[in-house]
């Protein structure tokens, strides 16, 4: 069946740092791809998706690019903020299924 | 607008013991689910339903119910709770028919069986 693996965690960096979040996925279709984002506390909030391969979906600094040949969908950030301090999940969309990672998560450190 | 509405938010349960979580949305969406959470395991899906009277099996149904009345509720149901339902559940919506629809999640309900 399809799924999501995502690096584990935590990822502690300290503010300005560069972040990467690995994420690949096995999936029998094209799927759609998302990164969630869970703040303490609290539940899951879209960050950005992609629907295709190479899109490239972007937001508040955030981005992953839909890579088919790799089957990956790696996020970015180039100077992560405390603010950002949160769990990440990545998860593909195929039909009425949504299938998530395990989470990752980020700490920052001012 | 409240969005997606889960109670009660935390519930300690004895082995054996039912218990009906509770999830109302005020989007008029068509799909509902419900999740649950486990460390270093992501997200689960339990049941989904795409409409009124329409329920379906996710990833993990056993030991849970579902019924969906109404467009606006979809409550869970553990008939005879057991310590691996220990967890956190979500509840989560989007509208159906659109094939990249976003899900919206309430705040999560905590439930400890010992």
């Known amino acids: 069946g399809d799924s999501v693996t995502q690096m584990e965690g935590p990822v502690t960096l300290s503010e300005e740092a560069f972040l990467t979040i690995n994420c690949t996925y096995t999936?029998?279709?094209?799927?759609?791809l998302f990164w969630y984002v869970q703040y303490p506390g609290e539940g899951l909030q879209l960050l950005l998706k992609?629907?295709?391969?190479?899109d490239k979906g972007s937001n508040k600094g955030f981005e992953a690019t839909y890579r088919k040949e790799t089957t990956s969908f790696h996020l970015e950030k180039g100077s992560v903020q405390v603010s950002d301090s949160a769990v990440y999940f990545c998860?593909?969309?195929?039909?009425?299924?949504?299938?998530f990672g395990g989470g990752t998560r980020l700490m920052v450190k001012p | 607008n409240a969005g997606v509405t889960q109670t009660p938010k935390f519930q300690v349960l004895k082995t054996g013991q039912s218990m009906t979580l509770q999830c109302a949305q005020d989007?008029?969406?068509?799909?509902m689910s419900w999740y649950r959470q486990d460390p270093g395991m992501g997200l689960r899906l339990i049941h989904y339903?795409?409409?009124?009277?329409?329920?379906d099996q996710g990833e993990v149904p056993n030991g849970y119910n579902v019924s969906r009345s109404t467009t606006e509720d979809f409550p869970l149901r553990l008939l005879s709770a057991a310590p691996s339902q220990t967890s956190v559940y979500f509840c989560?919506?989007?509208?159906?028919?659109?094939?990249?629809?976003?899900?919206?999640f309430g705040e999560g309900s905590r439930l400890t069986v010992l």
């Open positions: 989560a919506t989007r509208r159906q028919g659109i094939t990249t629809g976003e899900l919206f």
């Open positions: 999936a029998t279709g094209y799927p759609s």
């Open positions: 992609a629907t295709k391969a190479d």
């Open positions: 998860a593909l969309k195929y039909g009425n299924m949504l299938t």
């Open positions: 989007m008029n969406h068509e799909y």
């Open positions: 339903s795409v409409g009124a009277g329409i329920t």
